[in-house]
């Protein structure tokens, strides 16, 4: 293999990730132009057409796609080997892109990252909030995190979450005018505030008691689609919100809200992270696994 072609190879690569010339020279830190003449001249050196330009967007051609899909492990390799290499100087350094739901970041990762940073001074952690799962290989992601319910097996998992649970919450001042809900059939009679995911479908709420599972497609006249929002609409009386206990903790002990179907409402597995089997471990994901992870 002519070396030069390899420099001209992970520039293809970050054009390709970042769908544009200017972004893959602020990612590289070089100028646009030098962006410009790598992909050209590895083009020319080819003989083929890599990528596909427009005024809007850069993206593979059919051939370019071939050569990124055969390229990708073998980038991810050297990515690996010079990680390890900067490891040899006693503490873990370089980029991790994590893909993160936007719970998980509230109620995991953000209580803990200023102490993270300051363990890990060299680590630069980049957090992608995404609430639809994630193939973290093709996204270019170097591990993800969800709930243990959505994670694929193919994929190696570590909990970095105690196990959690969903809540039914009113204002006092919503019962003051409404009846508490029994069964979660009940839920028919009530206005409930309800939340649109990010890919925009509405959250079924899910309940399940004596080996009973119910999914209700709760109505009601808000719709919002962060969970924070979500508690303080309920604490305002807008109606009742189906949020994870860990929102309303406050709320709930001070007595602006009152929790109802406490027994439909079972706990399961929290978050882990999950990446991809490989041979070996990124320093900087290693240390970022074994920092959140939950011990015992």
Same mark, same amino acid.
């Given at each position: ?26 990612? &590289?830190? %070089? ?14 050196? &080819? ?16 051939e370019g796609a071939q050569l990124l899909e ?25 980029? /991790?892109?994590l893909s993160v739901p936007r719970t998980a ?21 980049? %957090? ?6 994630? +193939? ?14 959505? &994670?694929?097996? +193919? ?8 196990? %959690? ?35 925009? %479908? ?37 109606? /009742? ?10 709320? &709930?002990?001070?007595?602006? /809200?009152?929790?109802?179907?406490? +027994? ?33």
């Amino acid at each position: 293999m002519n070396r030069a072609h390899l420099s001209q190879l992970a520039v293809l690569a970050t054009v390709a990730q970042c769908g544009s010339f200017r972004g893959a020279a602020r990612e &590289l830190a %070089i100028a646009p132009s030098a962006v410009s003449h790598a992909v050209s001249s590895l083009e020319a050196r &080819l003989g083929v057409r890599l990528l596909s330009r427009s005024t809007r967007s850069v993206a593979p051609t059919e051939e370019g796609a071939q050569l990124l899909e055969r390229l990708r492990p073998a980038l991810s390799e050297i990515d690996l080997a010079l990680e390890t290499a900067v490891e040899a100087r006693d503490r873990p350094a370089g980029n /991790l892109r994590l893909s993160v739901p936007r719970t998980a970041a509230h109620l995991v990762l953000t209580p803990r990252l200023g102490a993270f940073a300051a363990a890990y001074p060299d680590i630069v952690l980049e %957090i992608v909030i995404e609430d639809r799962f994630t +193939d973290v290989v093709e996204g270019g992601f170097d591990a993800g995190v969800r709930l243990g319910e959505s &994670l694929q097996r +193919d994929m190696i998992a570590v909990r970095i979450g105690p196990d %959690i649970r969903g809540s039914v919450v009113g204002a006092p001042s919503y019962f003051d005018a409404m009846p508490r809900p029994g069964h979660p059939r009940d839920l028919a009679d009530h206005r409930c505030i309800r939340f649109r995911f990010s890919s925009g %479908i509405l959250y079924r709420w899910e309940f399940a008691k004596g080996g009973e599972e119910i999914e209700i497609s709760a109505q009601g006249p808000l719709i919002l689609d962060e969970d924070h929002l979500i508690a303080q609409a309920a604490v305002d009386g807008a109606g /009742l919100a189906f949020v994870f206990e860990d929102y309303v903790r406050a709320p &709930l002990a001070a007595g602006r /809200l009152i929790r109802v179907l406490e +027994d439909w409402c079972p706990s399961f597995d929290g978050f882990f992270v999950y990446y991809p089997s490989r041979r070996q471990m990124r320093p900087a994901l290693r240390a970022f696994v074994d920092f959140f992870k939950v011990s015992g």
